[in-house]
C-alpha cells in the first residue's frame, strides 16, 4: 500500500458494504410484507446515515486513499482485501446509499409480487456497489463488479415488464461480454505487475503497445456500462423493462460504474494509451451527446426518452474525462453524481405515472399538472436540471465540462453545445405533455396529487439538485487533491 | 467607498421573497380558514406590490449611493472554483445598473398595479403575481450579475420566468406553444452566448467584468486583430435571441398569447431590454473588435426595418405593438453597434432603452385596457373604431405613447431617437437612410392602429357598448404617460444619469438631421391619413395591393421556413437516429453478432449427434491423424 491510514481504525468502509448483506438475512426471516417494506427502509436510511461521516472526516487535503483497510484474503495468489475511498470515489458511496433508501420508498406500491425477493436483491446490489467503489485489490474489484450483475438481472428478469426476459438477457450478455475483457486486462497486468493491488499499477509506465491493448480491453468493458455510443443499445431494453426502482439504480449507480472505471483505471493504469485514444473518445462522447439528444426527441415512451437522455448526459461524463484537466474532470464527476440525482428523479416519476395510468406513452399520460399540481411542480424542476438549467446541478456540471473540453478542442465543444438546445427541446416536450398536456389529452381527473411517501422520495433529490446547482463547492471541494494527482499521473 | 453589497441583496429579495410568500401562504388552508378567500383572491397582488415597492425604494437608496460618490460591492461566495476557472458571486454597481434597476422597478410597478384591474377575477391570480415577482427577480439579477456566468444564469432564470409567463393561460395551446418557442428560440441564441462566454474565458482567463476590462486594457496587443470578433459576436448571439434581432425574432410576435400586462413587462422594460443592457454591460468588448460592431448595427438597423414593414400590415393591436418593439430595440441594437466609445459610449442605446421602456408599456398597458373594454374577447382593430368617445382617457394615453414612440417634438423618444440617427448620420449613411425611412414607417402603422382602433365610427357591436376602464388600470397609464412625456429631458435625470456631467446634448444631431427625421414622421402620418382617417370598413392596402399586404401578412415567411426547417431537418436527423438505433446498431450489430454466434453453435451442435459409433469414428479419425504427424514428422 502506498499510504497510511490516518483517519482512524475503525473499519467504516467494511461495515457499510457488509451490512445491507446483513440486512437481507435479516429480511430473509421477515414473515409480513408491511413489516418487510418497513425493515428494508429503516436499515438502508441507517446505512445511508451511517455514510455521512465518511464525507464529513474526509480529508480533503491529501489524494490519497483513506478510510483504508487491508487485510490478506489469499495469500496465495497475492489477493487481498482492501478497501478505501477517495475524492473520486467518495461520492459516489455516499450518492449509492442516499438512493437506496429512496429505491424502497419508490418500489412501496409498485412491488406486490415476490416482495421479499426484492428487497434481497435491493439489499445484495446495495453491497456490489459499494464494494466496486470502495476496492482497491482488482480481484476485489471484480468480485463486486461481478455480484452487482446477478440481482440487477433478476431485477429486470423477475419483476419487469412484458419483455422482461429479453431485456435482462441482453443486459446480462452485455456486460458480461465487457466483463471477460476486464478480466483478461486484470489478469495480463498481474503478470506485469505480480500484484492485484489497485494503486500499485498507477503510474507504472508499462509498454505503449501494452498499454494501448489493456487500454482497449477497459475500454470496451466500461463503454458497456456507461454506455457509449455505439454500445449503448441496452440500456433503452433494460430500462424500459425494469421496475421503477431498477431503472433507478440502473442510471444513478450502475452507469456510473464505466466512467468510475474511466477513472480509476484506464487514466492513471495506462496514461500513454489515454492520450493515444482521447480524440477518438472525445468523437465518440460529442457523437453519444447529439445523438442520444436526438433520438430521444424522436421518442413517445416516456422511459426511453429518459434513457437516450441518459446517453446524452453520460457523453458529457466521458467528454469532461477525456479532457484530461482540471475542469474537465471535476466536471465529469459531478456529471455523474448530477446525472444520479436527476435521471433517478425523472425514473422515479415515470414510475408514479406509469403505477397511476399503466402507460408510459406520452399522448396517454398528458395533462396531469391540473390534477396533479406538487407532481407537476416536481416534473418541471426535474426537467429543468436535466437541461442543464443555470441555478440547478447539471448547469455546473455541463458548464465545467465545456469548459473543460473547450481548452482541449473548441470544435469538439462547438458540436457538444447544441446538445444543450436539444435537451431543451426533448425536456420541453416531455414537460409540456405531461404537465399541461394537448387540447385532446384524455381525461385525467381521477387522479390523485402525489402522497407523502411519493413526495418524501422526490424531496431529497430535488434537495440536492438545488444544492449542488447553487453551492456546488462542497461538492467539488473533496475532488481537488485527488483529481490533481490523477491529472499529474496521466501527463 | 461605501459597501453597498447588503443594499443590492434587498433589491434582489424583495421580488423573490413575494414569489416564495405567495406560493407558501396564498392558498386555502385550515391555518387561516376565515381568510382564505381574501387570501385566495387578492392577498398575491398586495404582497407582490408591497414588495416591489420595497425594491424600489432600496433601489433608489443605491442610485443615491451612487450619485454620492464611489460605492463599492463585495463577492458574497464563491461559486466555482476549479483548475483556471473562478466564479465568485459578484455584482455590478454603477450608473448603469441603477439606472436600468430604476426602470424595471417602476415600469414593473406600474404594471403590476395595472394587473390588478387587468387580472380581475382570473381564478389563478396568486400564481401570476408569484411569477411576475419571480420574473422580476431574475431581471434584476441579470441588471446587478457582475460576471458573464452569473449573467448566464439569471438570463436563463428570465427565459424560465417568461416561458412559465408567456404561457400563463396554459389550457390554450397557441399560449403553451408561444412559451415553448420563446423558451427554444432563446436557447438557440444562449447556445452562441455560452460559446462566447467559453472563448473570453479562454482568451481573457476570467469571466468576471472587472477582470475582463483590466486584462484588455493591460494586454492591447493580444486583444488587437480582431481577436475579440468572434468572442464578441458569439455574446451578440445571446442578446439577439433575448432582444429578438433578426433572424431569432420569431418569438417575439407569438408570446402575445400571454396577458397584456406579461406583454408589457417583457416587451418594455425587462426581457428584450436585458439584451441590448447586455450589450452595454459588456460594451468594452464590443468595442474592441469594429467588425462585430459593424454586424451588430446592421442586424439591429436591418431588424428595425423589416419588422416596421411588417408591422403596417398587422390587424391584432398587440402583434403591431409587438413588431414596433422588435423595430425599436433594432434601433437600440443599431446604436450599440454605432456607437462611438470615446464620446459617449452606449449612452444613446440605453437613453432609448429607457424612453422606450415607458411608451411602450404605456402602449401595451393602454391596449390592455381597450381589450378589458372588449372584455377579452377582440384584439382585431378592424373590429373596433370609434373608442374615443368612450374612453377618452385611455385614447389621450395611448395618443402620448404613440407620439413619443414616433419622435413628435418635445417627448421623451423624439431626443433619444434624435440622439440615435444622429449618430448614425456621422457614423453610417447607409444606415441612417435606412433608419429614416424606418421611421417614416413607424408613423404609419402607429397612426393607423390610431385612427382605426380609436377614432372614426364603431366598426362592431361590441365597439359600440365599451366602457372606460377602471382606476386600477387608468392610474398607472396616466402616471407612464407622465413619464413618457418628461423622460427625455435633462432634469428628469436620465440622459443626465447615463453620461454623468457631459450630458447627452453634446450629441451631434444636427438640424439637417432634425428636418429628414421629420419629413419621415411627416410623410408617414400623411400616408396614414390619407388611407385610414376616412374610416374604411376594410384595409384599402389589402384590396389595392394584394400582394404587398400578402408578403406582410405572412411576415416574410420566416414562420414558415423555421417550421420547415424544423420538421425536416431536426425532426428528420432524429428519425434518422431512432432508425439506425433501430436498424443498425441493434438491428444488425446487435443481433448480427447474436446470429453469427448461433450459427456457430448451430455447426458445431451438428457434430454432438450423441451417437456412439459417430463418437467413436472421430475419436478413431483423430488418433489416425495425429499418428499420422507424429510419425510422418
Not at chain 1, 434481497?120 to 446490489?125: D, P, T
Not at chain 1, 397511476?356 to 390534477?371: I, N, P, Q, V
Not at chain 1, 390523485?448 to 439538485?465: A, C, G, K, Q, Y
Not at chain 2, 395595472?114 to 420574473?135: E, Q, T, W
Request: with cysteine; proline share 4%.
Amino acid at each position: 500500500m502506498t499510504v497510511p491510514n490516518h483517519n482512524d481504525s475503525f473499519p467504516i468502509l467494511s461495515v457499510l458494504i457488509f451490512s445491507p448483506l446483513a440486512a437481507a438475512v435479516v429480511t430473509a426471516a421477515i414473515r409480513s410484507e408491511n413489516l418487510l417494506r418497513w425493515w428494508t427502509l429503516l436499515a438502508t436510511t441507517a446505512i445511508a446515515l451511517f455514510s455521512l461521516p465518511l464525507y464529513g472526516r474526509f480529508d480533503c487535503t491529501t489524494a490519497d486513499f483513506q478510510f483504508v483497510e487491508h487485510a490478506s484474503w489469499i495469500p496465495a495468489l497475492k489477493i487481498n482485501y482492501s478497501l478505501g475511498v477517495d475524492g473520486i470515489s467518495l461520492l459516489l458511496v455516499l450518492l449509492t446509499t442516499l438512493i437506496m433508501p429512496l429505491c424502497v420508498l419508490c418500489s412501496w406500491r409498485y412491488i406486490q409480487t415476490r416482495a421479499k425477493e426484492f428487497m434481497i436483491c435491493l439489499l445484495i446490489m446495495e453491497t456490489a456497489m459499494i464494494g466496486v467503489f470502495c476496492a482497491l485489490d482488482f480481484i476485489l474489484f471484480f468480485v463486486f463488479w461481478e455480484a452487482m450483475l446477478i440481482p440487477m438481472a433478476l431485477l429486470i428478469g423477475i419483476w419487469g415488464g412484458p419483455r422482461r426476459i429479453y431485456a435482462s438477457l441482453k443486459f446480462f450478455i452485455y456486460t458480461m461480454s465487457g466483463s471477460v475483457l476486464l478480466l483478461v486486462a486484470i489478469i495480463a497486468l498481474h503478470l506485469k505487475v505480480g500484484s492485484f493491488s489497485i494503486p500499485d499499477m498507477m503510474g507504472r509506465g508499462f509498454a505503449p503497445e501494452f498499454q494501448c491493448w489493456i487500454f482497449l480491453a477497459f475500454f470496451i468493458s466500461f463503454a458497456i456500462k456507461v454506455p457509449m455510443f455505439p454500445f449503448h443499445t441496452w440500456l433503452p431494453a433494460a430500462h424500459v423493462e425494469a421496475p421503477t426502482a431498477g431503472s433507478v439504480l440502473l442510471a444513478s449507480i450502475l452507469l456510473k460504474m464505466g466512467t468510475y472505471g474511466f477513472l480509476r483505471f484506464s487514466l492513471p493504469i495506462t496514461p500513454h494509451a489515454t492520450h493515444v485514444f482521447m480524440p477518438y473518445i472525445l468523437c465518440l462522447s460529442v457523437v453519444a451527446i447529439l445523438y442520444g439528444g436526438l433520438t430521444a426527441l424522436a421518442q413517445n415512451d416516456l422511459k426511453k426518452l429518459v434513457a437516450y437522455s441518459s446517453v446524452s448526459h453520460m457523453g458529457f461524463a466521458t467528454l469532461g474525462i477525456f479532457a484530461l484537466n482540471m475542469a474537465g474532470v471535476e466536471g465529469a464527476i459531478l456529471q455523474m453524481i448530477n446525472h444520479g440525482v436527476t435521471t433517478g428523479a425523472l425514473f422515479i416519476i415515470v414510475g408514479i405515472i406509469y403505477e397511476r395510468l399503466h402507460t408510459r406513452d406520452l399522448g396517454e399520460a398528458a395533462g396531469l399538472g391540473k390534477y396533479m399540481p406538487v407532481f407537476a411542480m416536481f416534473v418541471g424542476v426535474f426537467s429543468l436540471s436535466s437541461l442543464a438549467f443555470p441555478g440547478t446541478n447539471s448547469f455546473i456540471g455541463e458548464f465545467l465540462v465545456l469548459c473543460g473540453g473547450f481548452a482541449v478542442s473548441k470544435t469538439m465543444v462547438v458540436c457538444a453545445v447544441p446538445g444543450v438546445v436539444i435537451a431543451a427541446a426533448y425536456m420541453l416536450r416531455m414537460l409540456q405533455k405531461v404537465a399541461w398536456g394537448g387540447a385532446n389529452n384524455p381525461d385525467q381527473s381521477h387522479l390523485t396529487d402525489l402522497n407523502v411517501r411519493e413526495i418524501l422520495t422526490l424531496t431529497p433529490l430535488l434537495v440536492f439538485v438545488f444544492w449542488i446547482g447553487l453551492q456546488p463547492q462542497p461538492f467539488t471541494r473533496v475532488m481537488h487533491a485527488s483529481v490533481q494527482r490523477l491529472l499529474e499521473q496521466v501527463k | 467607498m461605501d459597501d453597498v453589497t447588503g443594499l443590492l441583496w434587498r433589491i434582489l429579495a424583495g421580488p423573490l421573497c413575494a414569489a416564495v410568500v405567495i406560493v407558501l401562504i396564498c392558498r386555502r388552508s385550515p391555518f387561516y380558514a376565515d381568510f382564505s378567500p381574501v387570501m385566495e383572491r387578492s392577498a398575491g397582488a398586495v404582497i407582490a406590490i408591497a414588495f416591489l415597492l420595497g425594491s424600489t425604494w432600496f433601489a433608489w437608496m443605491a442610485l443615491d449611493a451612487v450619485k454620492t460618490g464611489n460605492v463599492t460591492t463585495s463577492p458574497t461566495y464563491r461559486f466555482i472554483d476549479v483548475g483556471d476557472l473562478e466564479v465568485n458571486v459578484n455584482w455590478s454597481l454603477d450608473r448603469l445598473s441603477v439606472m436600468m434597476a430604476m426602470i424595471v422597478c417602476v415600469v414593473s410597478l406600474c404594471i403590476f398595479v395595472y394587473s390588478v384591474g387587468y387580472m380581475h377575477g382570473d381564478p389563478g391570480i396568486n400564481r401570476f403575481f408569484a411569477k411576475l415577482s419571480f420574473f422580476v427577480f431574475s431581471m434584476l439579477g441579470i441588471v446587478f450579475s457582475g460576471n458573464l456566468v452569473m449573467m448566464f444564469v439569471f438570463w436563463e432564470l428570465v427565459g424560465v420566468s417568461s416561458y412559465l409567463l408567456i404561457g400563463y393561460w396554459y389550457q390554450r395551446p397557441a399560449a403553451a406553444e408561444a412559451g415553448k418557442k420563446a423558451f427554444i428560440v432563446n436557447r438557440i441564441g444562449d447556445f452562441g452566448f455560452l460559446l462566447g462566454i467559453l472563448l473570453v474565458w479562454n482568451v481573457t482567463g476570467s469571466v468576471d467584468f472587472t477582470d475582463i476590462r483590466n486584462y484588455l486594457k493591460a494586454h492591447p496587443a493580444e486583444v488587437s486583430g480582431g481577436v475579440l470578433t468572434i468572442p464578441a459576436l458569439l455574446i451578440f448571439c445571446g442578446a439577439v435571441g433575448k432582444s429578438a434581432q433578426l433572424p431569432l425574432h420569431v418569438w417575439l410576435p407569438d408570446a402575445m398569447e400571454g396577458p397584456t400586462p406579461v406583454s408589457a413587462l417583457i416587451h418594455a422594460a425587462t426581457m428584450v431590454a436585458a439584451g441590448v443592457y447586455m450589450l452595454c454591460r459588456v460594451s468594452f468588448l464590443v468595442f474592441a473588435s469594429p467588425a462585430a460592431m459593424d454586424v451588430i448595427a446592421w442586424i439591429g438597423g436591418l431588424t428595425a426595418l423589416l419588422s416596421a414593414v411588417i408591422a403596417c400590415q398587422q390587424n391584432d393591436i398587440k402583434r403591431i405593438l409587438a413588431y414596433s418593439t422588435l423595430s425599436q430595440l433594432g434601433y437600440m441594437v443599431m446604436a450599440v453597434g454605432l456607437s462611438v466609445p470615446q464620446v459617449n459610449g452606449y449612452m444613446p442605446a440605453m437613453f432609448h432603452l429607457s424612453t422606450h421602456a415607458f411608451f411602450k408599456s404605456l402602449l401595451f398597458l393602454s391596449a390592455g385596457s381597450v381589450i378589458i373594454a372588449f372584455h377579452h374577447a377582440e384584439q382585431d382593430i378592424w373590429k373596433m373604431g370609434g373608442l374615443w368617445k368612450k374612453m377618452p382617457i385611455t385614447t389621450a394615453c395611448f395618443t402620448v405613447g404613440l407620439l413619443a414612440l414616433t419622435g413628435f417634438p418635445g417627448l421623451s423618444g423624439f431626443f433619444s431617437k434624435e440622439t440615435i440617427l444622429g449618430l448614425a448620420r456621422e457614423r453610417n449613411e447607409d444606415l441612417f437612410t435606412l433608419a429614416t425611412v424606418t421611421a417614416g414607417f413607424t408613423s404609419f402603422y402607429m397612426f393607423r392602429a390610431l385612427f382605426v382602433a380609436f377614432l372614426g365610427q364603431p366598426r362592431s357591436e361590441a365597439a359600440g357598448k365599451v366602457k372606460e376602464s377602471p382606476w386600477v388600470v387608468l392610474g398607472p397609464l396616466v402616471a407612464l404617460a407622465i413619464l413618457s412625456v418628461i423622460g427625455g429631458y435633462t432634469w428628469m435625470g436620465i440622459p443626465g444619469w447615463l453620461v454623468g456631467d457631459k450630458g447627452l446634448s453634446e450629441a451631434p444631431a444636427g438640424t439637417n438631421v432634425l428636418l429628414l427625421a421629420m419629413l419621415a414622421f411627416v410623410m408617414g402620418l400623411a400616408l396614414a391619413v390619407v388611407f385610414y382617417l376616412c374610416g374604411p370598413a376594410e384595409d384599402p392596402v389589402k384590396t389595392k395591393f394584394p400582394f404587398l399586404h400578402r408578403i406582410l401578412w405572412n411576415k416574410f415567411g420566416f414562420d414558415e421556413f423555421y417550421l420547415a426547417l424544423v420538421k425536416y431537418v431536426q425532426g428528420g436527423l432524429a428519425a434518422l437516429c431512432e432508425l439506425v438505433d433501430r436498424w443498425v446498431i441493434a438491428g444488425a450489430g446487435v443481433r448480427g453478432t447474436a446470429g453469427v454466434a448461433q450459427t456457430l453453435g448451430k455447426m458445431l451442435q451438428l457434430f454432438q449427434t450423441g451417437g456412439l459409433q459417430t463418437y467413436a469414428f472421430l475419436f478413431a479419425a483423430g488418433l489416425v491423424i495425429i499418428l499420422y504427424y507424429v510419425v510422418t514428422q
